[in-house]
T-cell receptor, first 114, second 113 residues
Framework: GAVVSQHPSWVICKSGTSVKIECRSL??????MFWYRQFPKQSLMLMATSNEGSKATYEQGVEKDKFLINHASLTLSTLTVTSAHPEDSSFYIC??????????FGPGTRLTVL | GENVEQHPSTLSVQEGDSAVIKCTYSDSASNYFPWYKQELGKRPQLIID?????GEKKDQRIAVTLNKTAKHFSLHITETQPEDSAVYFCAASRDLGFQKLVFGTGTRLLVSP
């Protein structure tokens, strides 16, 4: 399957600051990437679908102005959490769509907002 | 939209026993059903998947069965080992291009030596 990396693996920031998370597809040209959020002991919740060269598609209830997604190349998508607050603390995971509709996940980024 | 229910939420077995996790889905158009294993603090890893043209698929100690009429699918793990302990998620999607996955709520499997 596709090899996916994320950076950083963990980040601590102050309330009100912005944090950028990178998702890279290392061996596969990904026209589509997905961003998920996972709270402790909960399932993965899709936040948005990131499309290379076009605007992301956000799920209902996800604020597009707060969670900025940029997918400028076939190997990189970024998620920026703007004006982060403690309730944004979570595990953020990206995935890359494979050729057979499967998804391969990055290692995740643990965000803690103080 | 699609809704996926997963049971049980926790499952404790003895090493060597079998474990079965069941999921039901609501969208009759869904035809791709993967299972993921997630260890604490790590990424979900695809362990097996099945598409609607197949009723059962096996990979060593892991098998998945699908009943499209009843809209449910199950994960079967035989001869469980302590390293099988993890959270398992089922998911469903339509098999058309890059369709989003809808995940179940997860099952925490604990295999005791």
């Amino acid at each position: 399957g596709a090899v996916v990396s994320q950076h950083p693996s963990w980040v601590i920031c102050k309330s009100g600051t912005s944090v950028k998370i990178e998702c890279r597809s290392l061996d596969f040209q990904a026209t589509t990437m997905f961003w998920y959020r996972q709270f402790p002991k909960q399932s993965l919740m899709l936040m948005a679908t990131s499309n290379e060269g076009s605007k992301a598609t956000y799920e209902q209830g996800v604020e597009k102005d707060k969670f900025l997604i940029n997918h400028a190349s076939l190997t990189l998508s970024t998620l920026t959490v703007t004006s982060a607050h403690p309730e944004d603390s979570s595990f953020y995971i990206c995935s890359v769509g494979g050729s057979l509709n499967e998804q391969f996940f990055g290692p995740g980024t643990r965000l803690t907002v103080l | 939209g699609e809704n996926v229910e997963q049971h049980p939420s926790t499952l404790s077995v003895q090493e060597g026993d079998s474990a079965v996790i069941k999921c039901t889905y609501s969208d009759s158009a869904s035809n791709y059903f993967p299972w993921y294993k997630q260890e604490l603090g790590k990424r979900p890893q695809l362990i097996i998947d099945i598409r609607s043209n197949v009723g059962e698929k096996k990979d060593q100690r892991i098998a998945v069965t699908l009943n499209k009429t009843a809209k449910h699918f199950s994960l079967h793990i035989t001869e469980t080992q302590p390293e099988d302990s993890a959270v398992y998620f089922c998911a469903a999607s339509r098999d058309l291009g890059f369709q989003k996955l809808v995940f179940g709520t997860g099952t925490r499997l604990l295999v005791s030596p």
